[in-house]
């Protein structure tokens, strides 16, 4: 069985990803590369491409819903780290999309591991 979030990725469609600008690489202990992020209010940031009508990760790789997948993931913000699968938001991002829910899909792990190896990339 398939984990939901590899090829998936329309959370990173849906949502405005605005967090800490802490968290980016302009702090010392940051992992989020603070070129991919905009100023938001005076200290949180947002990804580029989420704040706006039609939300679009500059960090989503691939096409969603075929191959997509974070393309700075292990790095990317709290936030996105937050979402979970068959969570209230991966629900209406999937429905947004006319995907079927997680556990409804037969082709889908319903509990699967959502930290895969390294070398898999996984949409965020």
Known sequence: ?????LGCG???????????WSETTAHPF???PVELTEPLRRHEVVMKGTNSAKPYCIALAGVPKVD???AIHGSHPSCCRAV????DQCLRAR???GMPDPELDPD????????PSPDLPRAA
Do not use: I
């Open 84 to 87: 979970e699968v068959g969570s």
């Open 108 to 115: 889908l792990d319903p509990s699967p591991d959502l930290d």
């Open 10 to 20: 329309v959370c990173c469609t849906q949502y405005r990803v605005s967090f800490h």
């Open 30 to 32: 940051g992992t989020v």
């Open 1 to 5: 069985m398939k984990n939901p979030c």
């Open 68 to 70: 997509a997948y974070c």
């Open 95 to 97: 429905r947004a999309h």
